[in-house]
């Protein structure tokens, strides 16, 4: 039987002329530069163009929220991504910044509509942030920038098909 909508496999992204926002927590910049190096060449293997790529930087992870869903709200952008590094042994308050900088960053993506993803390490250590940054297609800057792109696809085309009823 044949159903209207996508299919489970991952599909063909062509991310050209789509808009995306990036925050960055400078907390473990030496971690987030490379998760943010992940996701630019994430969005270049999908086709967005340089100047369609706006970046801002906050001081922690704590302040990512209010950033991404200040960028999502002004109309300007399909997706806006995420990163940070939440290292469990630097800080004795990990649950709170790493909780609540999740919990913000789904409700601006509900609140707006628009895809935030999260692309925020939340590890035990260093090793396993280095881990999850590095050069190659093991970097969840790469990961959340695929992951924008096919849900700024998704959204918008849910959208354009199904325009809302007044
Ligand atoms: N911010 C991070 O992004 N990662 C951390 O590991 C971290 N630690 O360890 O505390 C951290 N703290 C700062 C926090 O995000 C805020 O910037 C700060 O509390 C000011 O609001």
């Not at 100047?51 to 906050?58: F, K």
């Not at 999740?102 to 090793?127: C, H, K, S, W």
Request: charge should be negative; proline fraction near 4%; charged fraction near 20%.
């Amino acid at each position: 039987m044949t159903r209207a909508g996508s299919s489970g496999a991952m599909p063909e992204l062509n991310g050209k002329g789509l808009r995306i926002g990036i925050v960055s927590a400078r907390f473990n910049d030496h971690i987030v530069t490379a998760l943010r190096d992940g996701a630019l060449r994430g969005l270049e293997r999908c086709g967005v163009a340089d100047n369609d790529i706006v970046e801002h930087w906050v001081p922690g992870a704590f302040e990512i929220p209010l950033a991404a869903i200040t960028l999502a709200d002004s109309g300007n952008f399909d997706a806006v991504i995420t990163l940070g590094a939440v290292i469990r042994g630097d800080t004795a308050h990990f649950e709170f910044v790493a909780g609540e900088c999740a919990r913000g960053i789904q409700n601006a993506q509900l609140e707006t509509g628009v895809p935030v993803m999260f692309g925020v390490l939340t590890v035990d250590n260093n090793q396993q942030a280095v881990d999850r940054s590095g050069p190659g297609i093991d970097n969840k800057g790469d990961e959340a920038a695929v992951g924008a792109v096919e849900m700024a696809l998704l959204v918008n085309q849910i959208k354009s098909t199904y325009p809302t009823v007044e």
